[in-house]
């Protein structure tokens, strides 16, 4: 999809519902490429580390905040993404990257996500303004309720940050308000085809249940924030840097490989919980 631009309507989508799907966000084309370069990247598997759930299943990720040339990167920095987050973000200063992450939901083996908010996580690096950051999912392989596909609580973006404690190796949010919120608002299953986009927002409520599947379920999530947002507790410092951003044409047309070690990955400690 090139000249991509989210229209009125999907804007107001996102801001009522604190998410958006876009159906073939990538051509067929785009979602090949990217599904051979992530399964047959090995720097990607070497910086890959395990992420321990409540019930000790591992989902594996990697994690890494300096965008490259090479194909995640490429598609972090072009157009279509950059300029959507612009759209949706509050603000009007640059838009930056704070990290990209390739989930590897394996099959059987690929734990749960505990119920969160990303500003959750993110308050904790001292970021002052959740209106000013927002991911976008990218699924690489086919994502349903059977290989544990995101769910979203529609709406409760609106209720703002709440309370977040450890769950596992994860952060996840006050049990109490997610019954409240699940009572109020509406549960989603985001059932995704690969090159199919989700938009959330950082205080949008999500999980994702173990996949106890036979069928991998991958994804690229990439995590925009506005220069003007700074973090005071965050040393990576990618967050601040404005994107240059490359045509949409570029992650097919361009040289663009797998990540090349530069691209400075996140390395976690033992038992040390994400982000
Ligand atoms: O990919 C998933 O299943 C969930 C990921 C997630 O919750 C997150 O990255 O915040």
């Not at 938009?199 to 379920?217: G, Q, V, Y």
Request: one cysteine or more; aromatic letters at 10%; proline letters at 3%.
């Amino acid at each position: 999809m090139t000249n991509f631009k989210l229209t009125p309507q999907q804007i107001s989508d996102y801001h009522r519902d604190g998410y958006l799907i876009v159906k073939k966000f990538l051509s067929d084309e785009e979602a090949n490429k990217l599904y051979t370069i992530a399964i047959e990247d090995d720097t990607m598997k070497k910086h890959a580390f395990d992420l321990n759930d409540q019930a000790g299943k591992k989902t594996k990720l990697s994690l890494w905040y300096t965008p490259g040339n090479d194909t995640y990167g490429l598609l972090t920095k072009s157009k279509r993404m950059v300029e959507s987050a612009d759209q949706l973000m509050d603000g009007d200063a640059s838009v930056c990257h704070f990290h990209s992450k390739l989930m590897q939901k394996e099959p059987k083996v690929g734990g749960a996500w505990e119920w969160h908010q990303d500003y959750g996580y993110w308050y904790k690096n001292e970021f002052l303004f959740p209106e000013q950051m927002l991911s976008i999912m990218i699924a690489i392989t086919e994502a349903n309720k059977e290989n544990g596909c995101m769910q979203v609580i529609k709406g409760s973006h609106k209720m703002g940050r709440i309370e977040h404690g450890f769950a596992g190796e994860q952060v996840g949010a006050s049990q109490h308000y997610v019954d409240l919120a699940l009572k109020t608002m509406e549960l989603v299953y985001v059932e995704l085809q690969p090159g199919d986009a989700l938009f959330f927002h950082s205080n949008t409520l999500h999980r994702s249940a173990a996949n106890l599947s036979n069928n991998s379920r991958w994804s690229l999530i990439s995590v925009y924030n506005r220069s003007s947002n700074i973090p005071y507790n965050e040393p990576s410092g990618s967050s601040t840097v404005p994107l240059e951003t490359v045509p949409d044409e570029a992650m097919l047309e361009w040289q663009g490989d797998g990540l090349g070690d530069e691209s400075n990955f996140l390395v976690k400690e033992k038992d040390q919980a994400l982000k």
